[in-house]
């Protein structure tokens, strides 16, 4: 099992930039796939990103390709999502998730066994 406590979310206008983190307690963090999820109020939880192992393959929704980027540090047990351009419709919950078997962007949150307690993103238009 894996700790995840998310941080970095908060009010920020149409148009700008956030970064989360999720700070990880296992000391085998990079055994561990790791991906970014969203929830809105009324909505199911979406993927929005996800990333491999070692940090060198990473996977997007489309609604955020080309704004939002997740990134690892495996030697500081920390996953991110820089996320750019942000829009209304980014509004949400976010957070991280964390599994051993499978692949990398696995977008089924079913298929996820570790998830943090999230970090609200809101973005005013």
């Known amino acids: 099992q894996v700790q995840l406590v998310e941080s970095g979310g908060g009010l920020v206008q149409a148009g700008g930039s956030l970064r989360l983190s999720c700070a990880a307690s296992a000391r085998t963090f990079s055994d561990y796939l790791m991906a970014w999820f969203r929830q809105a109020p009324g909505k199911e939880r979406e993927f929005v990103a996800g990333?491999?192992?070692?940090?060198?393959?990473?996977y997007s929704a489309d609604s955020v390709k080309g704004r939002f980027t997740i990134s690892r540090d495996n030697a500081k047990n920390t996953l991110y999502l820089q996320m750019n351009s942000l829009k209304p419709e980014d509004t949400a919950l976010y957070y991280c998730?964390?599994?051993?078997?499978?692949?990398?962007?696995?977008?089924?949150?079913?298929?996820?066994?570790?998830w943090g307690q999230g970090t609200q993103v809101t973005v005013s238009s």
């Open positions: 990333i491999s192992r070692g940090g060198g393959n990473t």
């Open positions: 998730a964390a599994k051993r078997p499978g692949y990398a962007g696995d977008p089924d949150p079913a298929k996820y066994a570790n």
